[in-house]
């Protein structure tokens, strides 16, 4: 079906001040369902990177094992509730070990899912999700910063049912999709034409196209770390993650 990537680096701004990283990524493979989870941790709230650690394993176990319901229900504001409540309830005893309040680990939640015939989206906070179809990069969901570009909606904000975004679909003619944190979408994502660049579909093909050839460190996986650590986090002071899944084509 699809191979995947998925990574995080440390932005230029926290390796300067000494402090961790906030963005976290995760991938799942499960009962023919794969699951690429993407999270970023608010900069205003001093544990995120522990809740967007935690809400992407939750989220890519949650949808691995749910796909079908989630993607064949009918009361989307429910389904909605349904997710935010998991979520959070894997977040308070992470909480709780860490002597904070869930706030503390205040972090976005993007998702994509498929199987060999659906896909399923979810997305609160900004960040984009992208796709690739018949050769096009497309935006499926632009970042939420309401009237503010620093500001969003965090998966444990009250808000977070009403301001999450899910689409669902077949898979024909796409080829691949795309995560994004904030600060990736510096070089990937024009906000004045809500566009992706066209290098995603790039990555997508090269991702979709690599050789099957097994190997502990493969060529292409090298080169996208590499564009990660260089160009993409050198155009902004802020942590940067992606997603990929890419159809095979060998």
């Known amino acids: 079906m699809f191979r995947e990537f998925h990574y995080q680096v440390r932005g230029r701004g926290h390796a300067l001040d000494s402090t961790r990283g906030q963005d976290r990524t ?102 984009v999700v992208g796709y690739v179809k018949f050769g096009h990069a497309l ?24 301001a999450m975004r899910i689409l669902r679909g077949g898979l024909d003619g796409v080829t691949g999709f795309v995560l994004m944190s904030d600060g990736t979408a510096n070089s990937l994502y024009n906000t004045r034409t809500n566009e992706l660049a066209p290098a995603c579909a790039k990555l997508v093909a090269r991702l979709g196209s690599a050789p099957t050839i097994q190997t502990k460190n493969p060529k292409h996986r090298r080169e996208l770390r590499r564009l990660m650590d260089t160009k993409i986090r050198s155009a902004t002071k802020d942590d940067c993650s992606i997603g990929i899944l890419a159809r095979r084509l060998n």
Not at 49 to 65: N, P, R, S
Not at 139 to 162: I, K
């Open 139 to 162: 935006v499926a969901s632009g970042p939420d910063n309401s009237e503010f570009a620093n500001q969003t909606t965090f998966l444990t904000a009250e808000s977070a049912a009403a």
């Open 26 to 127: 995760a991938y799942l493979s499960c009962g023919g369902v794969q699951v690429l989870c993407l999270s970023d941790g608010a900069g205003s709230a001093s544990h995120s990177e522990f809740g967007a650690q935690t809400l992407v394993d939750a989220g890519c176990k949650l949808i691995a094992e749910r796909f079908a319901d989630l993607v064949d229900s009918d009361d989307g504001a429910s389904l909605k509730v349904e997710i935010v409540r998991h979520l959070l309830a894997r977040l308070e005893p992470v909480a709780a070990r860490l002597d904070v309040e869930v706030r503390d680990l205040a972090a976005t939640f993007l998702a994509v899912a498929a199987d060999s015939r659906r896909f399923l989206i979810i997305h609160v906070g900004d960040g």
